[in-house]
């Protein structure tokens, strides 16, 4: 059997004190007169309407190929999560590698940006809903984005993906 693998993009950018732009309108001071914030994405689909701390993730998906590099994967699935492209010459922080709880390996590279949620959309998935309805329904991959503070965010993710919040912080000391 193959090992299952997917490749993801988390995006950072550096705010300035008393700014928005969390879940709400929240505020995070930070001491250097900037706060990083990461931005995560909720899945969609009925599964996941009710779930909230502990189920966002990084933007990712699996390869279309197998010799699709992962860096390449990486950046054509947060296009197809967040409606927004990474240009490929866009300075990348290589955050390695965790394996989540079911054994699929995960990339993740960081990029500096920024993206106005509001304005984020992703592609569609069907799937049989109700189940054994016989019925096929249209859902979000990601129903929706946030900015969140580091701390913040190691709530609101997957626990085998906080490494790589870690991984982003002690980058950019």
Do not use: C
């Amino acid at each position: 059997m193959s090992e299952r693998t997917s490749a993801g993009i988390l995006l950072y950018r550096r705010a300035g004190v008393g700014g928005s732009g969390g879940p709400a309108g929240e505020e995070y001071p930070a001491s250097d007169g900037a706060r990083l914030e990461v931005l995560l994405a909720h899945p969609g689909g009925p599964h996941f309407v009710n779930r909230d701390d502990g189920d966002w993730t990084i933007p990712k998906g699996e390869p279309d190929d197998p010799d699709e590099p992962m860096r390449a994967v990486a950046r054509r699935e947060f296009a197809e999560e967040t409606g927004r492209t990474i240009d490929a010459a866009a300075p990348a922080i290589d955050l390695g590698t965790i394996v989540q709880k079911g054994g699929k390996v995960v990339y993740a590279w960081a990029v500096e940006g920024d993206l106005e949620p509001a304005e984020a959309h992703s592609n569609l998935f069907e799937m049989e809903w109700p189940p054994k309805s016989g019925r096929r329904e249209l859902f979000e991959e990601i129903d929706r984005v946030a900015w969140f503070a580091p701390e913040d965010a190691r709530r609101k993710i997957k626990p085998t993906q906080a490494p790589f919040i870690d991984r982003l912080e002690e980058a950019l000391l």
